[in-house]
């Protein structure tokens, strides 16, 4: 057999999984979903929900993938051989795939308007036809398709490349790039006419605004945002050697992701207000609003706002791909691992199979928009079967094989790297009361309580 690869060093190994959380989750799905639970309050509830409770799941994924060194199926079956925790390790395997595909379509989104802000499409005098740009674009049936397929390929490229060699190597410099970006970012909008109200948006709390499914809302943004529940962040773990410190990395990692959707959320938010949008406009918020943006306040300085849109479209891009390598790898993994395939092989295996799932998935905001499963169409029903369901069951599933399953000493041992790093085991009683008790009780809570109503 042979070696299996490693992440080289401690900075490889957080900044790949940083590059795994950060991405669409962060700068697409985190602005909008904090302007539909109105604000600050529901930012608070956010951080809260990280740390308590997708931080304990983020740890038992590492713990089990490092303690194993294998992907998910094959880790489920070295730590519970012939037990039905094999249904958790088969899964985690086709999860990823399901989010894989829609997500590419709105990766091929943001590549199409990277190429919109190149060829210098958002301008003052057609500000307003901007803002039905992304409608006409994403309903019609062919430039989506191909800019999906750009996406997957770079993404299988990458992948294809191996984790020293394409993971790792993207997202060391990836992540701090992405990091100047946004900031830049950021201050553009932040320094707009009239951007005063969207800062005072972002840090001043109503509480009144917060409706019991925030909280549902809160953590599920949080999972997908840190990449939970469906072995992603196991399969990096596998490739993390045993004298890492991962209660580290993995808090390294769950806070530069909030700290990259705190900034994102100042670059969009000051931007939507300064326009005069409400917050609250959905998923088209980083696709409408912003070329529009880009387009009005292109009228003083045209330069500068289009150095701006092409900024913003490839801070998404790349951000958005640094993620999907994460996803495409956890079925690479079983695939080399358990079907004994090459790399080469596994990776235009799933590149196909992304591939029709992402067609599908794109045509659904065109001519398949009327093709209905439980009442949504096939981009909605990935998402939601993803993000409501998949995702929570396996957090949750996670949490309680580590809590309950797992012998205890054997959790602390890999916590501690067998008892050597101090300040873990000094943690310890905290972080084992969180991964036993607090994260399963209240997910299941909320899970439940999201079911009924
Ligand atoms: N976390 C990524 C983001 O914020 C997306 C992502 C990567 C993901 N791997 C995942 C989401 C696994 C859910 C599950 O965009």
Same mark, same amino acid.
């Given at each position: 057999?042979?070696?299996?690869?490693?992440?080289?060093?401690?900075?490889?190994?957080?900044?790949?999984?940083?590059?795994?959380?950060?991405?669409?989750?962060?700068?697409?799905?985190?602005?909008?979903?904090?302007?539909?639970?109105?604000?600050?309050?529901?930012?608070?509830?956010?951080?809260?929900?990280?740390?308590?409770?997708?931080?304990?799941?983020?740890?038992?994924?590492?713990?089990?993938?490092?303690?194993?060194?294998?992907?998910?199926?094959?880790?489920?079956?070295?730590?519970?051989?012939?037990?039905?925790?094999?249904?958790?390790?088969?899964?985690?395997?086709?999860?990823?795939?399901?989010?894989?595909?829609?997500?590419?379509?709105?990766?091929?989104?943001?590549?199409?308007?990277?190429?919109?802000?190149?060829?210098?499409?958002?301008?003052?005098?057609?500000?307003?036809?901007?803002?039905?740009?992304?409608?006409?674009?994403?309903?019609?049936?062919?430039?989506?398709?191909?800019?999906?397929?750009?996406?997957?390929?770079?993404?299988?490229?990458?992948?294809?490349?191996?984790?020293?060699?394409?993971?790792?190597?993207?997202?060391?410099?990836?992540?701090?790039?992405?990091?100047?970006?946004?900031?830049?970012?950021?201050?553009?909008?932040?320094?707009?006419?009239?951007?005063?109200?969207?800062?005072?948006?972002?840090?001043?709390?109503?509480?009144?605004?917060?409706?019991?499914?925030?909280?549902?809302?809160?953590?599920?943004?949080?999972?997908?945002?840190?990449?939970?529940?469906?072995?992603?962040?196991?399969?990096?773990?596998?490739?993390?050697?045993?004298?890492?410190?991962?209660?580290?990395?993995?808090?390294?990692?769950?806070?530069?992701?909030?700290?990259?959707?705190?900034?994102?959320?100042?670059?969009?938010?000051?931007?939507?207000?300064?326009?005069?949008?409400?917050?609250?406009?959905?998923?088209?918020?980083?696709?409408?609003?912003?070329?529009?943006?880009?387009?009005?306040?292109?009228?003083?300085?045209?330069?500068?706002?289009?150095?701006?849109?092409?900024?913003?479209?490839?801070?998404?891009?790349?951000?958005?791909? +640094? +993620?999907?390598?994460?996803?495409?790898?956890?079925?690479?993994?079983?695939?080399?691992?358990?079907?004994?395939?090459?790399?080469?092989?596994?990776?235009?295996?799933?590149?196909?199979?992304?591939?029709?799932?992402?067609?599908?998935?794109?045509?659904?905001?065109?001519?398949?928009?009327?093709?209905?499963?439980?009442?949504?169409?096939?981009?909605?029903?990935?998402?939601?079967?993803?993000?409501?369901?998949?995702?929570?069951?396996?957090?949750?599933?996670?949490?309680?094989?580590?809590?309950?399953?797992?012998?205890?000493?054997?959790?602390?041992?890999?916590?501690?790297?067998?008892?050597?790093?101090?300040?873990?085991?000094?943690?310890?009683?905290?972080?084992?009361?969180?991964?036993?008790?607090?994260?399963?009780?209240?997910?299941?809570?909320?899970?439940?309580?999201?079911?009924?109503?």
């Amino acid at each position: 057999m042979t070696q299996r690869e490693h992440f080289g060093s401690r900075a490889a190994v957080i900044m790949a999984m940083a590059g795994s959380a950060i991405g669409l989750g962060n700068i697409w799905r985190f602005p909008f979903i904090v302007g539909e639970y109105g604000g600050a309050a529901f930012i608070l509830v956010y951080i809260i929900c990280c740390f308590l409770l997708s931080l304990p799941i983020m740890l038992s994924e590492t713990i089990i993938g490092r303690r194993t060194h294998q992907g998910t199926f094959g880790a489920m079956n070295a730590l519970a051989p012939g037990t039905a925790w094999k249904w958790l390790g088969l899964l985690t395997v086709l999860s990823p795939l399901i989010i894989l595909s829609y997500y590419s379509v709105v990766g091929g989104w943001s590549f199409a308007f990277l190429c919109k802000a190149l060829a210098l499409q958002f301008q003052p005098d057609n500000a307003e036809s901007v803002t039905a740009m992304f409608g006409t674009f994403s309903s019609s049936t062919w430039w989506p398709l191909v800019c999906m397929m750009v996406f997957l390929f770079l993404t299988a490229l990458i992948v294809y490349f191996g984790v020293n060699k394409g993971i790792e190597r993207f997202s060391k410099v990836s992540i701090p790039v992405l990091f100047v970006l946004i900031v830049i970012i950021a201050i553009y909008s932040m320094t707009l006419p009239g951007a005063g109200e969207g800062v005072r948006y972002l840090v001043k709390p109503d509480f009144s605004k917060l409706t019991p499914d925030a909280y549902a809302a809160a953590l599920g943004q949080s999972f997908f945002s840190l990449s939970l529940g469906v072995g992603t962040m196991l399969t990096y773990a596998s490739y993390v050697r045993k004298d890492e410190n991962i209660l580290l990395s993995g808090t390294g990692t769950a806070f530069f992701d909030l700290l990259f959707a705190i900034l994102a959320g100042f670059a969009v938010m000051p931007a939507v207000f300064a326009a005069g949008i409400t917050p609250s406009s959905g998923p088209g918020l980083v696709f409408e609003t912003l070329p529009f943006i880009f387009a009005k306040m292109g009228a003083g300085a045209q330069v500068i706002s289009a150095v701006v849109s092409i900024l913003f479209f490839l801070t998404i891009l790349v951000a958005a791909l +640094s +993620s999907s390598i994460s996803m495409m790898e956890v079925g690479v993994a079983y695939l080399v691992e358990e079907k004994k395939q090459s790399r080469h092989n596994a990776t235009i295996i799933l590149f196909l199979i992304t591939l029709v799932v992402g067609i599908l998935c794109s045509l659904s905001f065109g001519v398949l928009s009327d093709v209905k499963l439980l009442g949504n169409t096939i981009f909605n029903f990935c998402d939601r079967l993803a993000s409501n369901f998949l995702m929570t069951i396996g957090a949750l599933l996670f949490s309680v094989f580590v809590g309950w399953k797992m012998d205890k000493a054997a959790v602390k041992d890999e916590l501690t790297n067998g008892g050597k790093i101090k300040s873990s085991g000094k943690l310890f009683p905290i972080v084992y009361f969180l991964i036993k008790y607090v994260a399963p009780v209240t997910i299941a809570a909320i899970f439940i309580i999201g079911l009924l109503g």
